[in-house]
């Protein structure tokens, strides 16, 4: 299963970056995370390889070799996601989404769900979270907390290199590893994607399509895996949980061994998840 580049253009004229691995089985749409592009499912696509899924990956506004959203645009991630679907013509997908990715296929599976046949989460948001209506609050835990305000800290200064490190610590590592336990490619390529991220500095909410997810997710109908890895950020860990609750389909997955990107330090793994979630196992 050899890749294609197969970008897309939009209605507005913007042009997203897509890469498929064509197959004659089921599509999976695979879509990166807020500290990530398209290129963290690569190692993912190649764990899959010869297993005949049709695997498609894009980068969204602002990230990798997409372009930011225009000053002044009204396009969202949901919409633009809709209109890849229609592109490179996929009528109803699987759908994998890694934190921000996750929300976005959520959105996805509420507003379309006849193009949805299945969803995977992989340390997910969703859209509208809040702590307003759960039993626990959101507060940096001390392994996060210092992270954060020195990410912050290097933000304000402009200091990249320093804000790369940090998000690899806490996003690659997790916070509560030491800095460099996930080390060689991986964090390669973490490094570079990030680079792109902070060099474009999207807004962050640039395309938010205003949905309510956190409150109608009792209403998902379609098959929905909820997973997170151990070593991913404790004081994210509650939200998890508690999205696996309201969807009600079964008790989240905690991922052994993995922080908040498992598709870039442990590809089989999600591959393994993948292969489930097509079959119908993990439902």
Same mark, same amino acid.
């Given at each position: 299963?050899?890749?294609?580049?197969? @970008?897309?253009?939009?209605?507005?004229?913007?042009?997203?970056?897509?890469?498929?691995?064509?197959?004659?089985?089921?599509?999976?749409?695979?879509?990166? !995370?807020?500290?990530? #592009?398209?290129?963290?499912?690569?190692?993912?696509?190649?764990?899959?390889?010869?297993?005949? %899924?049709?695997?498609?990956?894009?980068?969204?506004? =602002?990230?990798?070799?997409?372009?930011?959203?225009?000053?002044?645009?009204? !396009?969202?991630?949901?919409?633009?996601?809709?209109?890849?679907?229609?592109?490179?013509?996929?009528?109803?997908?699987?759908?994998?989404?890694?934190?921000?990715?996750?929300?976005?296929?959520?959105?996805?599976? &509420?507003?379309?769900?006849?193009?949805?046949?299945?969803? &995977?989460?992989?340390?997910?948001?969703?859209?509208?979270?809040?702590?307003?209506?759960?039993?626990?609050?959101?507060?940096?835990?001390?392994?996060?907390?210092?992270?954060?305000?020195?990410? #912050?800290?290097?933000?304000?200064?402009?200091?990249?290199?320093?804000?790369?490190?940090?998000?690899?610590? &806490?996003? &690659?590592?997790?916070?509560?590893? @030491?800095?460099?336990?996930?080390?060689?490619?991986?964090?390669?390529?973490?490094?570079?994607?990030?680079?792109?991220?902070?060099?474009? #500095?999207?807004?962050?909410?640039?395309? @938010?399509?205003?949905?309510?997810?956190? *409150?109608?997710?009792?209403?998902?109908?379609?098959?929905?895996?909820? +997973?997170?890895?151990?070593?991913?950020?404790?004081?994210?860990?509650?939200?998890? !949980?508690? +999205?696996?609750?309201?969807?009600?389909?079964?008790?989240?997955?905690?991922?052994?061994?993995?922080?908040?990107?498992? =598709?870039?330090?442990?590809?089989?793994?999600? *591959?393994? %998840?993948?292969?489930?979630?097509?079959?119908?196992?993990?439902?």
């Amino acid at each position: 299963m050899s890749a294609v580049r197969v @970008d897309v253009t939009l209605s507005d004229g913007a042009t997203l970056a897509v890469t498929r691995w064509p197959g004659e089985g089921p599509t999976v749409v695979l879509l990166h !995370a807020g500290v990530a #592009d398209r290129r963290s499912w690569t190692a993912v696509a190649d764990e899959l390889a010869g297993e005949g %899924l049709d695997l498609v990956a894009y980068d969204r506004r =602002g990230f990798g070799e997409s372009p930011a959203h225009a000053e002044g645009s009204e !396009a969202t991630h949901l919409g633009d996601l809709v209109q890849v679907l229609d592109r490179v013509d996929v009528g109803r997908a699987v759908v994998v989404g890694n934190s921000m990715g996750g929300a976005l296929a959520l959105d996805l599976a &509420l507003t379309e769900p006849t193009r949805v046949a299945a969803v &995977l989460l992989i340390g997910a948001a969703v859209s509208g979270m809040t702590d307003d209506d759960t039993p626990f609050d959101w507060t940096p835990d001390p392994a996060s907390g210092p992270l954060m305000e020195a990410l #912050d800290e290097a933000s304000g200064s402009g200091d990249v290199d320093a804000q790369v490190g940090l998000l690899a610590h &806490l996003w &690659l590592d997790g916070p509560t590893s @030491d800095a460099g336990r996930v080390g060689g490619t991986p964090r390669e390529l973490f490094a570079r994607m990030n680079e792109r991220i902070l060099e474009v #500095d999207a807004a962050d909410d640039a395309g @938010d399509a205003g949905l309510d997810a956190w *409150a109608r997710l009792g209403v998902v109908e379609v098959p929905v895996l909820a +997973t997170w890895g151990a070593l991913d950020i404790p004081a994210d860990e509650p939200f998890y !949980a508690e +999205t696996a609750r309201r969807i009600g389909q079964g008790p989240g997955r905690v991922l052994p061994d993995v922080a908040h990107l498992p =598709g870039l330090e442990q590809p089989a793994l999600v *591959a393994d %998840l993948v292969r489930e979630v097509v079959l119908g196992r993990a439902m």
